[in-house]
């Protein structure tokens, strides 16, 4: 089962527009966060804290991310030629593309961590 | 052919002739002017942009000779204004940013083993617009009518007429005009590294140098068209009194500040990671082994460019913003360290796990990084807000700012010189003149801006022309002063050492046994780029695949004659470089370059308010940009496909998603997309900051709801006609395309007066307040797209009338219907926030 689900997730499409996955889910998050107090602050002076929708939300980035990475760890981890992977091969290719997937990935969630931590820490608009 | 054809050596010395011949440069007085290969255009873009850098440079003396003494008079407080704006205006805008473009044009192609980049024509367009452009702003200074109000040019001083001149207006439109150039650059560039790759090279073969080029390339579609639309607002305010930037009536000069550094700051990285790449290069070559961690530095380039767009409220931490703002802007300028420290780490392993060899190159590259590092650190100290209300607008900062880009720019392109002049000349640089320059350079770099770290703690401030003695920083300035004379005599020895170039003799091919595609140049250099398109099989190919160097000068790869006597390259699919086209590529041609002319004359007629004429410019530029078009694009081949070698047989025409001149028009309305994002920004930007918006009262009528759904349905009706179009066209329903295709053109010139309708009804007044201001802004952006949008639609009818283009051969029709959906998307966003959020609020 396990290794039917690993096998699965190897045969998953690679592309530029998966790598950049991670980085745009921090993105998205990120204006979330800056258009939700800027918002807030010039329309009521204050923020909620922890609404439903920024407590989602970032557990919702952090969520993504993670499968992301997991994936591209899976993908990173496809068996065969030993390394180094440089080579002009499609596995080769692949992975590549799912380590810099995952190596973004891991930045991408500090990034989201660091962008949830001004919202733990504050609690008004001054 | 087969293999064995080639070991004909009559064969090949035939396939040269012809090679020789298609690349031959024009010559003549003015014809020479009109070249499009990139050896040339990049060269003359890169001597241009290390002139203004010169030029810009010696403003930074003399602001060091004014301030080298207290309550020096050298210059007086105006010129002193005009100095600094121009300085960092033209070290940003007219060096850094072009000259990474230049090295790019020069270098890329030979990384990529291509002939040329895509569009010669359009590189040579970007350098003559940056030419005219930049001749423009940096003549200012000499009729004392220079931009004087910062490089970011903030409101409101700037955009009062009474309290500011002409050079305003010489800064936002002559800027404009070359930031247009860098638009093209980038999508030339991405282009490039996508689509032109030779045979084999899958993404992760490619060189890192292309890897960040295709980053900072992208960067600029996102960071450049804010600053575009701000441009657009800013000039709108001077010239026709829309105030949107003005608190009295509504607006917010703080706008300006956002706009700008959604620019500006994505904009350090644009300069720096380009200058980075230039030690992915060149580390591996002087290290003798491959790069460490090569997925890590990718991570580095993409991770930095992401992060680098959530850094932009670092330089406004002072305006007064919630600090919970301010601090998730500080937490992104913290975790963009980590990226930036990555590559570095990289770059130092690979050397420890190398066997050095200590050149000139390798000791700019140490050098530079140690510069660099020690501006990061004080980045991350101006980062944490707190520290940064203490620093701002201090020479802290100034010092800050000199230690990145002098470490992470200007040192890397003078590391990069000493590494590509062989390529670009066949000659090695001096190695002792070399050294010396680099230790004078480094020594005058440390004592002009270390001392600055110390003044600008003890209360200097920036851009104040000069200071009372009582201060007590009458000896770091001294020092600062002494230090920058230093530097600019490590300049010069390099400038020397250029000249003494032609009376040396020429290095051996390959001079410092690199392993990378480009270096496969040979000192008595051909033009037409490389001999035949290798099969890539390996990142270090001449190190790594057996003769290969010897193949390709042989012409034992791809596509090593040119029968039909036409300039042509490979294109390949984007993931794994499968060939897919021989792309046919545009010969020398003058067009370029009076388009350029004429596209400038827009810009600086503009600025002195000659309007007639500046319209008459704009037709010219018009005229010429259709017959560009119809002249030089889409053309329908004389056969369906030629072989490139190898049994491999290429179509010559192809259209769609894989095709160059679909993936440029997606590049180039990504751009057009973001520059309209930053003015619908604006809008919900007043609607945040204003209590009441759109405000109630007499005069403050919007353009209600029917005009603007009029204006959206007919813009759908012509979006729908145009793809239809496409379709039946697909299918050979050439009639009825034609039809749909002039229904699109009228439905989108209805849309033009419908969309002006709700404004012009409702007697919105633009002057009285920035609401009216700001929807009239975005009907006229979005009806000036129907008029494109119209015009385009015409093309593509005229283009089938006239037999250019057919259902096999549609590339017009396809790549207007990726205008359109961009055309929609702009509709469907204006004509709702302006028609519909009104009554939402």
């Known amino acids: 089962m396990k290794r039917g689900l690993g096998h699965r997730v190897r045969e998953l499409r690679v592309t530029l527009w998966t790598l950049i996955v991670p980085p745009s889910v921090w993105a998205a998050h990120f204006l979330f966060c800056y258009l939700w107090v800027a918002v807030s602050c010039a329309k009521t002076g204050g923020f909620e804290r922890f609404p439903i929708a920024f407590v989602i939300g970032t557990l919702g980035a952090l969520a993504i991310i993670a499968a992301s990475g997991a994936i591209a760890w899976a993908q990173a981890k496809t068996p065969g030629d030993p390394p180094p992977h440089d080579e002009g091969t499609d596995i080769d290719r692949t992975r590549f593309l799912a380590k810099s997937t995952l190596l973004l990935a891991a930045l991408s969630f500090v990034g989201v961590l660091f962008t949830a931590a001004p919202a733990l820490m504050l609690t008004d608009c001054r | ?841």
């Not at chain 2, 030029?55 to 210059?75: C, E």
């Open chain 2, 1 to 841: 052919m087969s293999l064995h054809a080639q070991d004909d050596p009559a064969l090949r010395e035939a396939q040269e002739d012809r090679l020789r011949a298609v690349w031959k440069p024009p010559e003549g007085l003015f014809l020479r002017w009109t070249d499009t290969n990139n050896n040339r255009v990049g060269v003359w873009y890169v001597l241009t942009a290390f002139g203004f850098m010169l030029f810009a440079g010696v403003l930074a003396l003399i602001m060091r000779a004014q301030l080298a003494a207290p309550g020096n008079d050298l210059v007086n407080a105006s010129t002193f204004n005009q100095l600094f704006t121009l300085h960092g205006s033209m070290m940003m805008f007219l060096f850094a940013v072009p000259m990474f473009e230049a090295v790019s044009i020069i270098l890329l192609p030979q990384l990529l083993g291509a002939r040329d980049l895509p569009f010669p024509r359009l590189s040579a367009f970007g350098y003559w617009s940056f030419l005219i452009g930049g001749v423009f702003v940096a003549g200012s200074i000499f009729f004392d009518a220079a931009p004087d109000g910062g490089w970011f040019m903030y409101p409101p001083f700037t955009t009062r007429t009474d309290l500011s001149g002409l050079g305003a207006d010489i800064w936002m439109l002559g800027l404009s005009f070359i930031e247009v150039s860098s638009v093209a650059a980038a999508v030339e560039l991405i282009v490039g590294v996508l689509k032109c790759r030779p045979p084999g090279m899958r993404l992760n073969l490619m060189p890192l140098y292309a890897w960040y080029i295709l980053v900072v390339a992208v960067m600029i579609l996102f960071a450049f068209p804010p600053l575009i639309a701000g441009d657009l607002l800013f000039e709108m305010e001077r010239l026709l009194g829309w105030p949107f930037f003005d608190a009295a009536k509504g607006g917010d000069p703080i706008l300006w500040q956002h706009l700008f550094w959604i620019f500006g700051h994505p904009e350090v990285y644009i300069v720096f990671l380009p200058s980075i790449a230039l030690f992915a290069m060149l580390i591996p070559t002087f290290a003798q082994r491959p790069l460490v961690g090569y997925p890590w530095i990718v991570l580095a380039a993409v991770g930095t460019a992401f992060l680098s767009f959530g850094l932009w409220v670092h330089h406004m931490f002072a305006t007064g913003l919630p600090k919970i703002s301010l601090a998730f802007f500080s937490a992104a300028s913290e975790a963009v360290a980590i990226p930036t420290a990555v590559q570095i780490f990289a770059f130092i392993a690979t050397l420890w796990a190398g066997r050095v060899v200590w050149s000139t190159p390798l000791l700019y590259a140490v050098g530079s990084v140690a510069i660099f590092v020690i501006g990061g650190l004080t980045g991350v100290m101006v980062a944490i807000a707190p520290f940064d209300w203490q620093a701002h607008d201090t020479y802290f900062i100034v010092a800050h700012l000199h230690y990145v880009l002098i470490g992470g720019t200007l040192l890397p392109l003078f590391g990069g010189l000493y590494y590509y002049w062989p390529l670009i000349t066949g000659k090695k640089l001096s190695d002792r003149i070399g050294r010396t320059a680099f230790w004078v350079l480094f020594a005058g770099a440390n004592l002009t801006f270390f001392p600055m770290h110390l003044s600008g703690l003890m209360g200097m401030p920036r851009r104040v022309f000069t200071y009372p003695a009582e201060l007590g920083i009458g000896n770091l300035n001294l020092a600062s002063t002494v230090g920058s004379y230093l530097f600019a005599f490590g300049v010069l020895l390099v400038c020397v050492d250029l000249a003494l170039s032609p009376r040396r003799a020429k290095s051996p091919r390959n001079p410092w046994n690199a392993g990378t595609l480009e270096w496969l140049a040979h000192p008595d250099d051909e033009d037409w780029g490389i001999r035949s398109v290798p099969l890539i099989e390996s990142r270090y190919p001449i190190w790594e695949q057996k003769d290969f160097v010897q193949k390709v000068d042989e012409g034992r790869f791809f596509l090593p004659d040119a029968e039909e006597g036409r300039r042509e390259t490979i294109v390949t699919s984007v993931i794994d470089a499968r060939p897919v086209q021989v792309l046919r590529l545009g010969a020398p041609s003058a067009v370029p370059m009076m388009t350029a002319i004429a596209l400038g004359s827009v810009f600086i007629l503009t600025t002195y308010h000659l309007y007639t004429l500046a319209l008459v410019g704009a037709a010219a530029t018009l005229a010429l940009v259709l017959y560009w078009l119809w002249t030089g694009t889409a053309e329908i081949p004389e056969k369906e496909e030629k072989p490139i070698g190898h049994g491999m047989v290429m179509p010559l025409y192809i259209s769609g998603g894989s095709a160059t001149g679909w993936w440029a028009m997606f590049i180039t309305m990504l751009a057009d997309a973001t520059a309209f994002s930053g003015l619908v920004f604006g809008y919900y930007f007043f609607w945040t900051v204003r209590p009441e918006f759109p405000p109630t009262g007499p005069g403050f009528d919007g353009p209600g709801v029917l005009w603007p759904m009029v204006a959206l349905a007919l813009t759908a009706a012509s979006w729908g006609a145009t793809v239809a179009a496409r379709e039946t066209h697909a299918r050979g329903g050439v009639g009825t395309a034609r039809i749909l295709l002039a229904f699109g053109v009228v439905a989108s010139l209805a849309a033009i007066p419908a969309g002006l309708a709700g404004p012009w009804l409702s007697g919105m007044a633009p002057k009285l307040h920035v609401y009216p201001a700001i929807v009239w802004t975005l009907a006229i952006w979005t009806v000036a797209h129907s008029g494109v949008g119209a015009i385009a639609q015409g093309y593509a009818l005229a283009r089938s009338i006239a037999g250019r283009m057919t259902p096999r051969y549609d590339a017009d029709v396809r790549n207007v219907t990726v205008f359109m959906h961009f055309m929609l998307f702009t509709a469907v966003v204006t004509y709702l926030t302006i028609g519909l959020f009104p009554e939402a609020s």
